[in-house]
């Protein structure tokens, strides 16, 4: 299984930038999707994820500016920024599970090689 990710870059910070991230080879039903994110010297948080049937959850500093959604028949997720500030600059990491325990154990089985958002102030 393999994650591609896209459309990161750099935005002005109050700007909007969207991500996808395609899951590709023995991708039956994924169950659990979603965006962590790491600054260089820090843990990774976590962005958003989305269960199969469209439960999500949000990172505290990113609730009401973020939205996650997916699309079940392309195996994608996507990941809309809007309001971005300089301290969502951090390079984004798609995960993807098969086990709906991931959802509790917050442990993946999949994650993607990672795409650098930049928001300049």
């Known amino acids: 299984v393999q994650l591609q990710a896209s459309g990161g870059g750099a935005v002005q910070a109050g700007g909007s930038l969207a991500l996808s991230c395609v899951v590709s080879?023995?991708?039956?039903?994924?169950?659990?999707m979603g965006w962590y994110r790491q600054v260089p010297g820090k843990q990774r948080e976590l962005v958003a994820r989305?269960?199969?049937?469209?439960?999500?959850e949000y990172g505290d500093s990113v609730v009401g500016r973020f939205a996650i959604s997916r699309d079940n028949a392309k195996n994608t997720v996507y990941l809309q920024m809007n309001s971005l500030k300089p301290e969502d600059t951090a390079v984004y990491f798609c995960?993807?599970?098969?086990?709906?325990?991931?959802?509790?154990?917050?442990?993946?089985?999949?994650w993607g090689q990672g795409t650098q958002v930049t928001v300049s102030s």
């Open positions: 995960v993807a599970d098969r086990s709906g325990h991931s959802w509790y154990t917050y442990d993946y089985q999949y």
């Open positions: 989305i269960t199969w049937s469209g439960i999500t």
């Open positions: 080879g023995d991708e039956d039903h994924i169950n659990v």
